[in-house]
Protein backbone atom coordinates (compact mmCIF):
# COMPACT_ATOMS: atom_id res chain seq x y z
CA UNK A 1 0.00 0.00 0.00
CA UNK A 2 1.17 3.42 -1.23
CA UNK A 3 2.43 5.25 2.16
CA UNK A 4 1.64 9.68 2.91
CA UNK A 5 2.90 11.37 5.38
CA UNK A 6 1.15 14.13 6.24
CA UNK A 7 3.40 17.19 8.29
CA UNK A 8 1.27 19.79 9.60
CA UNK A 9 0.47 21.48 13.03
CA UNK A 10 -3.02 22.35 12.11
CA UNK A 11 -4.60 19.55 13.26
CA UNK A 12 -7.90 20.27 11.11
CA UNK A 13 -5.46 20.15 7.75
CA UNK A 14 -3.96 17.07 9.14
CA UNK A 15 -7.32 15.28 9.91
CA UNK A 16 -9.25 16.73 6.05
CA UNK A 17 -5.69 15.62 4.67
CA UNK A 18 -5.69 11.75 6.08
CA UNK A 19 -9.55 11.87 5.70
CA UNK A 20 -9.48 12.40 1.88
CA UNK A 21 -6.16 10.32 1.09
CA UNK A 22 -7.52 7.27 3.26
CA UNK A 23 -10.51 7.33 1.35
CA UNK A 24 -8.22 6.67 -1.72
CA UNK A 25 -7.07 3.99 -0.28
CA UNK A 26 -3.78 5.36 0.84
CA UNK A 27 -1.88 4.40 4.40
CA UNK A 28 -1.53 7.78 6.05
CA UNK A 29 0.79 9.06 8.74
CA UNK A 30 0.80 12.47 10.54
CA UNK A 31 3.41 14.18 12.19
CA UNK A 32 2.39 17.16 13.83
CA UNK A 33 6.08 18.80 13.32
CA UNK A 34 9.13 19.22 11.12
CA UNK A 35 11.06 17.49 14.14
CA UNK A 36 8.30 14.97 14.63
CA UNK A 37 8.49 14.62 10.63
CA UNK A 38 11.93 13.88 10.47
CA UNK A 39 11.94 11.35 12.98
CA UNK A 40 9.20 9.12 11.60
CA UNK A 41 10.83 9.72 7.79
CA UNK A 42 13.12 6.66 8.60
CA UNK A 43 11.06 4.67 10.29
CA UNK A 44 7.92 4.95 8.21
CA UNK A 45 9.64 4.98 4.70
CA UNK A 46 6.32 7.17 3.36
CA UNK A 47 6.73 7.26 -0.66
CA UNK A 48 5.17 10.92 -0.45
CA UNK A 49 5.55 13.71 2.05
CA UNK A 50 3.24 16.60 2.16
CA UNK A 51 4.60 19.37 3.88
CA UNK A 52 3.40 22.50 5.73
CA UNK A 53 5.91 25.83 5.66
CA UNK A 54 4.97 27.91 8.65
CA UNK A 55 5.30 25.64 11.70
CA UNK A 56 6.76 26.32 14.88
CA UNK A 57 10.91 24.97 15.62
CA UNK A 58 11.53 23.71 12.10
CA UNK A 59 9.23 25.05 9.41
CA UNK A 60 8.42 23.01 6.21
CA UNK A 61 11.44 24.73 3.79
CA UNK A 62 14.69 23.93 6.78
CA UNK A 63 12.69 20.06 7.06
CA UNK A 64 12.23 19.56 3.57
CA UNK A 65 16.18 20.85 3.28
CA UNK A 66 16.85 18.13 6.02
CA UNK A 67 14.97 15.71 4.12
CA UNK A 68 16.86 16.01 0.91
CA UNK A 69 20.27 16.54 2.29
CA UNK A 70 20.14 12.93 4.44
CA UNK A 71 21.50 10.23 2.07
CA UNK A 72 18.69 7.64 3.59
CA UNK A 73 15.97 9.99 2.60
CA UNK A 74 17.00 11.87 -0.63
CA UNK A 75 15.48 10.10 -2.99
CA UNK A 76 11.71 10.62 -0.70
CA UNK A 77 9.43 12.63 -2.50
CA UNK A 78 8.05 16.08 -1.26
CA UNK A 79 5.65 18.36 -1.76
CA UNK A 80 4.68 21.81 0.23
CA UNK A 81 1.41 22.09 1.43
CA UNK A 82 1.16 25.77 2.25
CA UNK A 83 -0.79 28.98 1.96
CA UNK A 84 2.62 30.32 1.13
CA UNK A 85 1.63 30.39 -2.90
CA UNK A 86 3.43 33.64 -3.93
CA UNK A 87 5.93 32.88 -6.50
CA UNK A 88 8.77 33.55 -4.56
CA UNK A 89 7.47 31.33 -1.71
CA UNK A 90 6.86 28.34 -4.49
CA UNK A 91 10.91 29.41 -5.75
CA UNK A 92 12.10 28.81 -2.29
CA UNK A 93 9.83 25.42 -1.87
CA UNK A 94 11.45 24.27 -5.05
CA UNK A 95 14.74 25.84 -5.45
CA UNK A 96 16.06 26.57 -1.51
CA UNK A 97 14.43 24.03 0.16
CA UNK A 98 14.48 21.31 -2.72
CA UNK A 99 11.00 19.71 -2.62
CA UNK A 100 9.06 18.15 -5.95
CA UNK A 101 6.25 19.93 -5.84
CA UNK A 102 4.33 22.90 -4.09
CA UNK A 103 0.34 22.45 -3.36
CA UNK A 104 -1.44 25.73 -2.63
CA UNK A 105 -4.01 25.78 0.31
CA UNK A 106 -6.57 26.22 1.34
CA UNK A 107 -6.85 22.60 0.10
CA UNK A 108 -9.48 21.22 -2.71
CA UNK A 109 -9.84 17.84 -2.05
CA UNK A 110 -10.17 16.41 -5.91
CA UNK A 111 -7.36 18.71 -6.79
CA UNK A 112 -5.41 17.35 -3.81
CA UNK A 113 -6.19 13.37 -4.40
CA UNK A 114 -5.68 14.46 -8.40
CA UNK A 115 -1.94 16.04 -7.94
CA UNK A 116 -0.99 12.89 -5.32
CA UNK A 117 -2.14 10.65 -7.64
CA UNK A 118 -0.10 12.32 -10.84
CA UNK A 119 3.09 12.41 -8.57
CA UNK A 120 2.82 8.45 -7.61
CA UNK A 121 2.95 7.99 -11.16
CA UNK A 122 4.83 10.62 -12.28
CA UNK A 123 7.81 10.94 -9.56
CA UNK A 124 9.78 13.79 -9.78
CA UNK A 125 13.52 13.11 -10.22
CA UNK A 126 16.00 15.43 -9.58
CA UNK A 127 19.39 15.88 -11.18
Excluded at 11 to 19: A, G, H, L, N, Q
Excluded at 64 to 75: P, V
Excluded at 77 to 101: G, N, P, Q, R
Aim: aromatic share 4%.
Amino acid sequence: MTKIMVVDDEPDITFIVKETLTREGYDVIVANNGKEALEKIKSEDPDLVLLDVMMPELDGWETCKQIKADDDTKDTMVTMLTVKSEDEDKVKSLDYALADWHINKPIDRKKLVKTVKWLLTNPIKRA
